[in-house]
């Protein structure tokens, strides 16, 4: 072969091998795919059925200090405590970050910590400041985790507590004032609500 012929050859196979390195580009690998975002989503029918037991529990307690009932106010914080406790917040949806299951999971210790306490005190007064607390905790629980079964009532009560004020969730727009008893248990406005399930 003479001299030409091997350097058109040689030529002829960097072009060839050049025009396919150009025009072959790697496969991209999973790892180099962006991962879609997390779209918040409706929370399981299991943990809106866990988060359906606490608030009906709450509801039952915040109607035992309409009436002043101690006995079922002590009843109801201990079932109220049970439903804390058994929060599923392993199971909310849209949390990639985990922020807000540890923030419910924050909530919900609160809530069954004061459910406790209500049941330990013998004040009427002291459990009532209690119930405040807990109401405090489960509002933000409820807008946090976006709880979307039923619309929650955000009530106030302006004279609670020496005119300090005190708030109460509700299933119902009709003010029934835990902190006041059946002294004034009307007295009170609706404060805010949410509604996730419209979503």
Known sequence: MNRS???????????????????????????DQRQAPLSVGQNTGSFNASFGRLLSAYYTLKDAFVVSDTLKIDSAAG????????????????????????????????????????????????????????????????RTVKYDGEKVYYQFCPMAFNHQG????????????????????????TADSVDYSKR
């Open 166 to 189: 005190g708030y109460w969730l509700s299933d119902k727009e009709d003010i029934q004032n835990p902190y006041l008893g059946d002294k004034m248990s009307t007295c009170g406005e």
């Open 79 to 142: 079932t109220v405590r049970l439903a804390a406790d058994s929060l599923r917040v392993n199971e909310i949806k849209g949390d990639s970050t985990g922020t807000i299951r540890e923030m419910a999971q924050s909530f919900s210790t609160s809530i069954g910590s004061s459910a406790v306490a209500i049941a330990g005190e013998k004040d009427l007064e002291a459990k009532r400041r209690e119930l405040n607390i807990i109401s405090d905790a489960l509002w933000s629980l409820t």
């Open 5 to 31: 012929a091997i350097v058109l050859i040689v030529v002829l196979v960097a072009i060839i091998a050049v025009f396919k390195f150009c025009n072959n580009k790697p496969e991209p690998q999973a790892d």
